[in-house]
């Protein structure tokens, strides 16, 4: 079974995207994701998860068509569209008479959460004096982790905003490990992909296919072939040029058992006393399903809740409560304007916990080379943004005096 759908139908049917918002790519396109190669796939094995990268379909492009065909599967194959309320562009959604669903993550992600919610019962009708001490060290392995995605995964090698010596690597990447969000080289290779082609079918976590896609759905679902197509434009041996990320995707399945689930887990029984199953449940489970939600809420709320100062023609808006459970990675219309801006906001932003610990990290001479965007860079497309809304209001108010009629 190959080609289900010709290419002229195809051809009417799927946007182009880089048609589909052009400002987004001029703006968001950093200078570190233009330099990487890398391949969608080779990370398959090495997660302790079900990559959804999707392996039972090739993928070609002919002149503006996509071919979509399947290896021996026999399964129908639907094509349709959508265009986003915006109007900035369409997307195209295919899928499998299955639903092409990542069921190994969509099981691990239910059971994650019952006992998520099972913690949180116990935290309220089982605590005693232990589990106060286990959940106060929850909290810093936390602390720990999400650093490992904001100032190690993010701002560091995603973006390379910042440089920083072998002990703060090392620490970011334990950091990232504790996190367990993929290994640093597949985090990174998606959030550049996410920058250089946000919004469209390329985009891992397109935000027009919907608030839940944008969250966690598009680690349930089957990549779009798109992102496939596009993602392997883009050069990512840079990242593995570091060895610290070369060793931990190499070994990332071990480290991930040693640093996020057995190390963590295993302090308080040690230390305190703490039950093995209690400690598991606290330390890891809710830690991770916390931590996953302050990632995906930068992904999905701070994509579609929020102002746009800085360039009202991208999706992402600042977000100050996604600020405040991410370390300040909510002010992610100035972060998608000014990718290669270490703090990722203006002026630092007040719950910068990110920009700040990097600050503490260049004092004591651990991180370098901070790059920051120069005031008048921000105050520039600050008076764009403004200038235009103006332009609107006028032309609304032009339009409203000709046709009070209509428009009354
Ligand atoms: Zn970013
Ligand atoms: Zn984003």
Same mark, same amino acid.
């Given at each position: 079974m190959s080609i289900l759908t010709p290419k002229s139908a195809l051809k009417k049917q799927l946007p182009s995207s880089s048609s589909s918002s052009p400002d987004t790519l001029? %703006? @968001? @396109? &950093? *200078?570190s994701s233009s330099s990487c190669r890398g391949s969608l796939s080779s990370d398959r094995s090495k997660s302790p998860f079900r990559s959804? *990268? @999707?392996s039972d379909h090739t993928v070609s492009s002919e002149d503006e068509g996509v071919v979509v065909s399947s290896s021996s599967k026999t399964r129908k194959r639907y094509v349709s569209t959508s265009r986003n309320k915006s109007g900035l562009s369409n997307y195209t959604f295919i899928r499998d008479g299955d639903f092409d669903i990542v069921w190994p993550n969509a099981a691990i992600f239910v059971i994650g959460h019952v006992l998520y919610f099972y913690s949180l019962w116990l935290l309220f009708t089982d605590h005693d004096e232990k589990m106060t001490k286990t959940w106060f060290f929850c909290y810093w392995v936390g602390f720990v982790g999400g650093l490992g995605i904001t100032a190690g995964a993010h701002r560091l090698w995603s973006h390379k905003s910042y440089s920083a010596r072998l002990p703060l690597r090392i620490f970011l990447m334990i950091g990232q490990c504790i996190a367990g969000q993929n290994s640093l080289y597949v985090w990174c290779r998606d959030h550049r992909v996410h920058h250089k082609f946000s919004e469209t079918d390329a985009d891992p976590h397109n935000t027009h296919r919907g608030f839940f896609f944008a969250h966690v759905g598009w680690l349930l679902r089957k990549k779009h072939p798109e992102l496939? +197509? +596009? !993602?392997g434009t883009l050069d990512f041996s840079d990242l593995l040029r &570091?060895?610290?990320? +070369?060793?931990?995707? &190499?070994y990332y399945f071990a480290l991930y058992f040693i640093f996020a689930v057995f190390g963590p887990a295993s302090l308080p029984c040690l230390f305190w006393g703490e039950t093995f199953s209690r400690s598991m449940l606290i330390v890891y489970v809710s830690r991770y399903v916390t931590a996953l939600h302050s990632t995906w809420f930068v992904n999905s709320t701070a994509h579609m809740f929020g102002d746009r100062p800085y360039n009202e023609s991208i999706q992402p808006r600042e977000n100050y409560w996604v600020s405040y459970g991410a370390f300040g990675e909510g002010y992610?219309? %100035?972060h998608h304007t000014f990718p290669w801006d270490y !703090?990722? !906001?203006?002026l630092g932003g007040k719950l910068n916990l990110t920009k700040k610990f990097i600050d503490i990290c260049a004092f004591l001479g651990l991180a370098y080379d901070l790059k920051q965007c120069k005031t008048h860079m921000i105050d520039s497309r600050k008076e764009k943004v403004h200038l235009h809304q103006q332009q609107l209001q006028q032309a609304q108010q032009h339009s409203q005096n000709q046709h009070p009629i209509a428009t009354s």
């Open positions: 001029e %703006y @968001s @396109s &950093d *200078d959804n *990268d @999707s496939h +197509k +596009k !993602s &570091d060895p610290v990320v +070369k060793f931990q995707r &190499d992610h219309n %100035y !703090s990722t !906001s203006e």
